[in-house]
């Protein structure tokens, strides 16, 4: 039995798959936050979150990694911590500071920091001769009107260190530049009272299909576990709308993906300890990395993956976090795809009413999330904001999307925002 440390978590789906990864692997964790009440208002009502059922449950200033490295090293002459790990990405790099101090395993900390800052990752990736858009990184208006034209529009801008599509616009002229620029400029900290940095991205406009790659890394090589599309909507946002494990694509198109997303891994230095989730736009050009996140993915694929592989992303997580080669087999699973499709609220208000009789005993469906009337709502503006879920899954072949498509359509019409 291995001793975990987890340094915060997502409050999503990850903050369940873990948890029970980490049990299901014969281990048991210590929990470590700044503040518990953020998990436990995100506990379904009259149950207990999944993270309560740490062996520990340790409060600290999870924001200041200078003053919890020898406080961390304290609690390891007691506990005995046999790895490392967090889901949420804005703990990633202290985690991996944390893993070095310690002499646990991990990737370098210079490399997850690397990865968690999108500019930082830009360069890297250029310098190595990996494909992406063409950009520029600014903190001064000035700078950034000049950069715009150089560029063209349309172009997208992105901060450079927040998740969920926070703040992630396209604009197509100087006008809407500078209303984003104004709106991240409003919005210093982050989700977890993190001081944000100032600097913002721009980047080219890509055109054509968006995909991931899901890896594990362990002893110096990455490993492709499989490819998922992507549907965005939400323009001029980016929200992700729904996915589908194995993506609809042609074998020449996949394997451009897994390539690309290998070399990616490889210029910043990912060939270890990480379960990664890189994201990469299939252009005409050919294939173009969007970002690369040194952990699980989220926003379900984990889920979908396991349902058509076997493979467990969650449990390699806790391998690699160990220093283990994790069991990538799989198996037969009776699936051939499995979809995702999110219910993203258009306006703001409150659910009258949303007809979902009968809904998760239809065929094909492996998960329904959905809120009951009287839930708030407002506008997606980002993947933070999505009312509810439906995942289906097609034993046949790639008709997971459709399914699930079909179903949200029928939701829809039966939903009422007031």
Not at 18 to 36: K, M, S
Not at 119 to 130: H, K, P, Q, S
Not at 196 to 209: D, I, Q, W
Not at 304 to 330: I, M, N, Q
């Amino acid at each position: 039995m291995a001793h975990l440390l987890m340094v915060e978590s997502w409050v999503g789906s990850m903050s369940r798959l873990l948890p029970r990864a980490i049990r299901e692997g014969g281990h048991e964790f210590t929990f470590l936050t700044r503040d518990l009440h953020h998990y436990l208002r995100s506990a379904p009502e009259g149950t207990a979150h999944p993270l309560l059922g740490a062996r520990h449950v340790l409060t600290a200033d999870t924001n200041d990694t200078d003053a919890l490295l020898p406080e961390i090293e304290r609690l390891h002459s007691v506990l005995r911590f046999d790895g490392v790990l967090t889901s949420c990405d804005y703990y990633l790099p202290a985690v991996a500071r944390i893993a070095a101090r310690l002499g646990l395993p991990g990737a370098a900390p210079e490399a997850v920091e690397a990865a968690c800052r999108k500019d930082a990752t830009r360069r890297i990736l250029a310098e190595a001769g990996v494909p992406g858009p063409r950009f520029a990184v600014h903190e001064e208006w000035a700078d950034l009107s000049r950069a715009a034209d150089g560029i063209g529009y349309p172009l997208v801008v992105k901060p450079v260190d927040l998740c969920g599509g926070m703040y992630v616009r396209r604009v197509d002229d100087e006008e809407q530049l500078a209303a984003c620029v104004r709106e991240l400029a409003a919005f210093p900290v982050n989700a977890r009272d993190q001081r944000r940095a100032p600097a913002v991205l721009l980047e080219e406009l890509l055109n054509g299909p968006e995909v991931s790659v899901e890896t594990v890394s362990h002893a110096g090589t990455a490993q492709v576990v499989g490819v998922t599309d992507k549907s965005i909507g939400g323009a001029p946002a980016f929200i992700e709308t729904g996915h589908m494990f194995p993506a609809a694509l042609a074998a020449d198109d996949a394997e451009a993906a897994r390539r690309t997303a290998l070399a990616a891994l490889e210029a910043l230095g990912l060939t270890d300890g990480v379960v990664a989730h890189t994201e990469i736009k299939l252009t005409s050009a050919g294939p173009r990395v969007v970002e690369v996140n040194p952990r699980p993915a989220g926003n379900r694929i984990t889920e979908l993956v396991r349902h058509v592989t076997g493979v467990d992303l969650a449990a390699a997580f806790v391998e690699v976090s160990l220093g283990r080669e994790p069991d990538l087999r799989g198996g037969d699973t009776g699936l051939r795809s499995a979809a995702v499709g999110f219910l993203v609220p258009e306006t703001s208000g409150t659910v009258e009413s949303l007809d979902d009789s009968g809904l998760g005993a239809a065929p094909g469906v492996l998960e329904v999330g959905l809120p009951g009337p009287g839930r708030q709502v407002s506008a997606a503006r980002s993947n933070n904001e999505y009312l509810g879920h439906v995942m289906a899954g097609d034993p046949a072949g790639l008709g997971a999307r459709a399914r699930v498509e079909a179903l949200l359509d029928e939701l829809r019409s039966g939903l009422v925002i007031r």
